[in-house]
C-alpha cells in the first residue's frame, strides 16, 4: 500500500489491521470498504455499523458497513476524498 499519491489521500484509522495512510487511485474514487480493505480490513473488535468518517470541509458522517452489506447498494457519502479521515470504532460488548 502506498502512502503518498500526486492524487491525494485518505487515513484510516482505529480496529484495522494496519492503520496509516492510504493513497487515493488515479480515478480519484476510494469508497470507505476500499479504504478499510487497504488497510488490511477489520480487526476481530471492529464496530462496523458505527464507522465515522470526517472530512477537512464537512461534518462527521456515520457509516454502517453491516447495513450497505444487507441492501447490496454502496451510497454515495461513502465516497472518500483527500485528507478524510475513516476511523473504525471498537465493538462493545
Known amino acids: 500500500r502506498q502512502g503518498s499519491s500526486p492524487w491525494g489521500s485518505v487515513t484510516v484509522l482505529g480496529r484495522v489491521k494496519d492503520p496509516g495512510v492510504v493513497a487515493l487511485p488515479p480515478t480519484r474514487t476510494l469508497s470507505v470498504i476500499a479504504a478499510i480493505q487497504e488497510a488490511g480490513g477489520f480487526d476481530t ?35 472518500l476524498n483527500d485528507g478524510d479521515i475513516v476511523y473504525v470504532p471498537e465493538r462493545r460488548f
Open 45 to 79: 473488535s471492529a464496530d462496523e455499523r458505527n464507522i465515522r468518517v470526517t472530512s477537512p470541509d464537512t461534518e462527521t458522517r456515520r457509516i454502517d458497513l453491516r447495513a450497505m452489506g444487507r441492501s447490496g447498494q454502496i451510497p454515495e457519502d461513502s465516497a
